[in-house]
């Protein structure tokens, strides 16, 4: 999303800067490629992972045998956990209850996601009148929104599954997916700007 907010501003940037529309596409690749040399020797190894159950009982299992690596006996007690797991084919995945259903739902949300995203600055300009700069700022409200509302749904789907002792996070998702009908019907039949980014940005928060 900060990549997405960044290029959006700096598309603005050059647009009013009246520079040729290749050199937009020339300098974001020229970031791009910065940034990758700064990742590739600046970004650090992903920690151990130590959230989930499974990782660890793996991670106890590679230290035991970290531990008995130099003993005779030790190696036969050792076993691979993932020798006794039989895989499911693809039509039991299939068949999982709620699989297809929520499958299919998360189509729609990302269809929204991604028509709302790619859309709405080409709606801002064309649909709404603005100018070009004007409407690329004024979509990344979207973005901010929407790293806004990651951290909000996170934290209120963390409290829905302690309370409920067991993963509970669909009710976070399916009220923010209800509220978003309010900020889009805003979107559609207001015509001014702040009214239209504060729209925009909760359009961000609840999708």
């Known amino acids: 999303n900060f990549g997405d907010i960044f290029g959006l501003h700096w598309g603005a940037f050059m647009f009013k800067s009246q520079a040729p529309w290749h ?6 690749g020229a970031f791009m490629l910065v940034w990758a040399v700064i990742n590739m020797f600046f970004l650090r190894g992903a920690p151990q992972p130590m ?8 991670q106890e299992a590679r230290q035991a045998e970290d531990d008995c690596q ?8 050792l076993r691979d ?22 499958s299919l ?44 509302g990651g951290f909000l749904a996170g934290a209120l789907s963390d409290v829905t599954t302690h309370m409920a002792g067991t993963p509970m996070r669909s009710p976070i998702v399916s009220s923010f997916l209800l509220l978003a009908l309010i900020p889009l019907g805003v979107l559609r039949i207001a015509h ?3 009214t239209m980014t504060w729209a925009i940005f909760f359009c961000g928060v609840v999708n």
């Open 23 to 28: 050199s937009i596409l020339y300098t974001l």
């Open 81 to 102: 956990p993932e020798e006794d797991v039989r895989y499911a084919s693809f039509l039991e995945v299939l068949m999982v209850p709620g699989l297809m259903l929520y």
């Open 192 to 194: 001014e700007k702040t």
């Open 51 to 58: 959230s989930l159950d499974w990782q660890i009982a793996e």
């Open 105 to 148: 739902s998360y189509m729609c949300l990302k269809l929204v996601n991604y028509a709302l995203f790619l859309w709405l600055p080409f709606y801002l300009s064309e649909g709404a009148g603005l100018e070009k700069e004007d409407a690329d700022v004024m979509a990344t409200m979207f973005d901010w929104g929407f790293i806004v």
């Open 70 to 77: 130099d003993s005779a006996d030790c190696g036969n007690n």
